[in-house]
């Protein structure tokens, strides 16, 4: 515990309207207790006592800091260890949404850039506190009215990004099912960075508003200015790519359904989604309204499900705010009994301390050693059979070489590299990724080594190959030594 004498002086700092919607419950329950609040879209503004959600955070401003995500689904492409890439060991607290974060959390714990300085706590999530609210509830009774809706049961679409059409194609796929379609679109805020750096994007949220507006009698185009929690609280499944809101759909015990195909332009070529939650139903675009309908049959089961994953994704809903800032409070004033780290199955203080004096090489050594216990673990789903790696290109060779260190030896590369077809490196022989169709009767391993992982993968899926069982991603780990 650092020696400094703290005041109720707090900084909220936000850069979009989803981080100003995470921060602001605590924000009121500072004032609440007579705290000097700011709320700063200035990431690099000075702070006595700073409370940052962002990626890129500069804690070096604040007397004392706090991190927690801005996002349930953050740093989704690096799982488990988002903080390879977003450190958390200059900040003096970390605060986790629920048990599915904090299991993330305690398996990346080995990592000491993952180690605020006086613990990490398992508080909830404060963009979740308004839907215990009277007002809120009164809100949703009188959106839900003023919407005039038809059916019982309502489908909500709620992408990530709008592109290539994607609303049509889910309002077509399920236009003639008897389901409320409600189409929310996120709030694109100029000022934020995001409009100017795609406003393509916005063009295509009116085009595709325009076009549905009126559609039929069961499309409901709905205002992106209204909060997206006040939508799920009368859905019963949502359809998505890859946004958090399939986690945020969970509070209201609503089914998740992800479009596996549905690209995401965040990248030149645009990527295929990318998908690691395990609470969500993932399907195709040509088989949305076959995905629907199953589970409409099935309703009542899969919703109790989604309870289940709530449950394990969300502490102190309702009072997470509060939970915040007794910590806070108890950091403020010593008298003030603070709330437990979440440390079970992590490192101990000492432990801790002595991770933190390690230097950068020894850290890649650990991460190493790491990812070679990996490895061995998957020797015995290995045995026997072919070893394939797919990319010859950098992580394909670094691939190769670790396996070599586990005594794993690769028998084939796999590439899109129509060059490099037939010839040959490190000894082996580069193929065409339909060469795993043609051997798909004896199912060779696969170690992903590229960096186009998300496309690899859906393409062992298509073919029949299970994560861990039939393949497994070195990428994620290799592109961190």
Same mark, same amino acid.
């Given at each position: 515990?650092?020696?400094?004498?703290?005041?109720?002086?707090?900084?909220?700092?936000?850069?979009?309207?989803?981080?100003?919607?995470?921060?602001?419950?605590?924000?009121?329950?500072?004032?609440?207790?007579?705290?000097?609040?700011?709320?700063?879209?200035?990431?690099?503004?000075?702070?006595?006592?700073?409370? *940052?959600?962002?990626?890129?955070?500069?804690? $070096?401003?604040?007397?004392?800091?706090?991190?927690?995500?801005?996002?349930?689904?953050?740093?989704?492409?690096?799982?488990?260890?988002? @903080?390879? =890439?977003?450190?958390?060991?200059?900040?003096?607290?970390?605060?986790?949404?629920?048990?599915?974060?904090?299991?993330?959390?305690?398996?990346?714990? @080995?990592?000491?850039?993952?180690?605020?300085?006086?613990?990490? *706590?398992?508080? =909830? @999530?404060?963009?979740?506190?308004?839907?215990?609210?009277?007002?809120?509830?009164?809100?949703?009774?009188? #959106?839900?009215?003023?919407?005039?809706?038809?059916?019982?049961?309502?489908?909500?679409?709620?992408?990530?990004?709008?592109?290539?059409?994607?609303?049509?194609?889910?309002?077509? &796929?399920?236009?003639?099912?008897?389901?409320?379609?409600? %189409?929310?679109?996120?709030?694109?805020?100029?000022?934020?960075?995001?409009?100017?750096? *795609?406003?393509?994007?916005?063009?295509?949220?009116?085009?595709?508003?325009?076009?549905?507006?009126?559609?039929?009698?069961?499309?409901?185009?709905?205002?992106?200015?209204?909060?997206?929690?006040?939508? %799920?609280?009368?859905?019963?499944?949502?359809?998505?790519?890859?946004?958090?809101?399939?986690?945020?759909?969970?509070?209201?015990? &609503?089914?998740?359904? &992800?479009?596996?195909?549905? #690209?995401?332009?965040?990248?030149?070529?645009?990527?295929?989604?990318?998908?690691?939650?395990?609470?969500?139903?993932?399907?195709?675009?040509?088989?949305?309204?076959?995905?629907?309908?199953?589970?409409?049959?099935?309703?009542?089961?899969?919703?109790?499900? &989604?309870?289940?994953?709530?449950?394990?994704?969300? $502490?102190?809903?309702?009072?997470?705010?509060?939970?915040?800032?007794?910590?806070?409070?108890?950091?403020?004033?010593?008298?003030?009994?603070?709330?437990?780290?979440?440390?079970?199955?992590?490192?101990?203080?000492?432990?801790?301390?002595?991770? %933190?004096?390690?230097?950068?090489?020894?850290?890649?050594?650990?991460?190493?050693?790491?990812?070679?216990?990996?490895?061995?673990? #998957?020797?015995?789903?290995?045995?026997?059979?072919?070893?394939?790696?797919?990319?010859? =290109? =950098?992580?394909?060779?670094?691939?190769?070489?670790?396996?070599?260190?586990?005594?794993?030896?690769?028998?084939?590369?796999?590439?899109?590299?129509?060059?490099?077809?037939?010839?040959?490196?490190?000894?082996?022989?580069?193929?065409?990724?339909?060469? #795993?169709?043609?051997?798909?009767?004896?199912?060779?391993?696969?170690?992903?080594?590229?960096?186009?992982?998300?496309?690899?993968?859906?393409?062992?899926?298509?073919?029949?190959?299970?994560?861990?069982?039939?393949?497994?991603?070195?990428?994620?780990?290799?592109?961190?030594?």
């Amino acid at each position: 515990m650092r020696e400094l004498e703290l005041h109720k002086d707090i900084t909220f700092f936000y850069t979009d309207g989803g981080e100003l919607q995470q921060i602001k419950p605590v924000a009121a329950e500072a004032e609440a207790r007579g705290y000097k609040v700011t709320i700063s879209a200035d990431i690099h503004e000075k702070a006595h006592i700073g409370v *940052y959600c962002q990626h890129r955070c500069y804690p $070096e401003n604040a007397d004392f800091s706090m991190i927690m995500l801005h996002d349930m689904g953050q740093g989704h492409n690096r799982w488990p260890n988002i @903080w390879n =890439g977003e450190p958390w060991n200059k900040f003096d607290v970390g605060i986790l949404p629920g048990d599915g974060w904090v299991k993330r959390w305690v398996d990346s714990s @080995w990592d000491p850039i993952s180690m605020p300085v006086n613990g990490v *706590y398992k508080l =909830g @999530w404060p963009k979740a506190d308004i839907i215990t609210t009277d007002s809120f509830k009164k809100e949703v009774a009188e #959106l839900k009215q003023s919407m005039n809706l038809k059916h019982p049961i309502t489908v909500l679409y709620a992408p990530s990004w709008e592109n290539d059409g994607k609303q049509h194609e889910f309002v077509k &796929a399920l236009e003639k099912l008897p389901v409320n379609l409600v %189409l929310k679109q996120g709030p694109w805020k100029a000022g934020t960075g995001w409009v100017e750096r *795609y406003p393509h994007i916005i063009e295509n949220i009116k085009e595709m508003n325009a076009l549905h507006e009126n559609y039929a009698d069961n499309v409901y185009v709905a205002d992106s200015e209204i909060n997206i929690m006040h939508f %799920l609280a009368f859905t019963d499944i949502i359809v998505s790519d890859e946004s958090s809101v399939l986690f945020e759909a969970l509070l209201f015990d &609503a089914c998740g359904v &992800a479009v596996s195909d549905w #690209l995401i332009p965040d990248t030149v070529p645009s990527r295929f989604a990318d998908i690691p939650y395990d609470h969500v139903i993932k399907t195709e675009k040509v088989k949305l309204t076959e995905t629907i309908e199953k589970l409409l049959n099935h309703l009542t089961e899969e919703k109790l499900k &989604a309870k289940q994953h709530k449950e394990n994704n969300f $502490e102190h809903i309702g009072t997470s705010a509060y939970q915040i800032m007794q910590l806070v409070d108890s950091f403020v004033d010593c008298n003030i009994p603070a709330p437990q780290p979440e440390v079970e199955g992590a490192l101990d203080q000492q432990a801790l301390q002595a991770l %933190l004096a390690i230097n950068n090489e020894d850290v890649r050594q650990v991460r190493e050693q790491i990812y070679m216990e990996k490895l061995e673990s #998957l020797i015995q789903s290995t045995a026997g059979r072919k070893i394939v790696v797919w990319g010859a =290109g =950098g992580l394909g060779s670094k691939t190769v070489v670790f396996l070599e260190k586990c005594q794993i030896k690769t028998d084939l590369f796999v590439d899109a590299n129509e060059q490099a077809w037939g010839t040959f490196k490190e000894g082996i022989r580069i193929e065409a990724p339909d060469a #795993l169709e043609k051997n798909n009767a004896s199912k060779p391993f696969i170690f992903i080594g590229t960096s186009f992982s998300h496309d690899v993968i859906r393409q062992l899926a298509k073919l029949g190959f299970v994560e861990e069982e039939d393949f497994h991603n070195s990428s994620r780990w290799l592109m961190s030594l």
